[in-house]
T-cell receptor, first 113, second 114 residues
Framework: AQSVTQLGSHVSVSEGALVLLRCNYS??????LFWYVQYPNQGLQLLLK??????LVKGINGFEAEFKKSETSFHLTKPSAHMSDAAEYFC???????????FGKGTRLHILP | ETGVTQSPTHLIKTRGQQVTLRCSSQ?????VSWYQQALGQGPQFIFQ???????GRGNFPPRFSGLQFPNYSSELNVNALELDDSALYLC?????????????FGPGTRLLVL
């Protein structure tokens, strides 16, 4: 069965610093992987998705993620953090059994001035 | 904006009551899924409807039920509410159900059960 594990429930970075949010996946078949962002009191917004076309995926708001099969990882990065990036970030994988989205537990990103 | 709307935004119920949550998908989106997000957790899959038929279900009891209508709207019904049903309920829609297809989430309905 597919699953994702997000390392670190809270991550704090200074404004202008590199953002790195970690996600490892488990899948017996080539996975479809996603990163979603959730701002306070809002729904989920898709940042980017990996569907096997290219290992480096660029998303919205300057975020990107790299699919590394050898490490079973799909870490999310942004070169320079902005105060508006403060939110909850969810890594997710599509179940190959019934196509549901399986979410990680989330990482709350704090941006320090 | 995803084009997916949900109503109401907030709701307070008491234990044992019944609740209906509504979702309006984008035109042309034949597949809708519902998720429950408890506080501090990631969303959990409840069920999915494709062309008005349930075609996938997560680990939720039968008192969680749904409907999908031809006008791209859908409902989530929960009977005999329990305190643990307090959560943010999200719907997500997409066109056809192709694996890996982007799902568009609504803003959610926050349910509090007292």
């Amino acid at each position: 069965a597919q699953s994702v594990t997000q390392l670190g429930s809270h991550v704090s970075v200074s404004e202008g610093a590199l953002v790195l949010l970690r996600c490892n996946y488990s899948s017996s078949v080539p996975p479809y992987l996603f990163w979603y962002v959730q701002y306070p009191n809002q729904g989920l917004q898709l940042l980017l998705k990996y569907t096997s076309a290219a290992t480096l995926v660029k998303g919205i708001n300057g975020f990107e993620a790299e699919f590394k099969k050898s490490e079973t990882s799909f870490h999310l990065t942004k070169p320079s953090a902005h105060m508006s990036d403060a939110a909850e970030y969810f890594c997710a994988v599509i179940s190959n059994r019934d196509d549901k989205i399986i979410f990680g537990k989330g990482t709350r990103l704090h941006i320090l001035p | 904006e995803t084009g997916v709307t949900q109503s109401p935004t907030h709701l307070i119920k008491t234990r044992g009551q019944q609740v209906t949550l509504r979702c309006s998908s984008q035109s042309g989106h034949n597949t809708v899924s519902w998720y429950q997000q408890a506080l501090g957790q990631g969303p959990q899959f409840i069920f999915q409807y494709y062309r008005e038929e349930e075609n996938g279900r997560g680990n939720f009891p039968p008192r969680f039920s749904g409907l999908q209508f031809p006008n791209y709207s859908s409902e989530l019904n929960v009977n005999a509410l329990e305190l643990d049903d307090s959560a943010l309920y999200l719907c997500a829609s997409r066109v056809s159900g192709t694996r890996g297809e982007t799902q568009y989430f609504g803003p959610g309905t926050r349910l509090l059960v007292l």
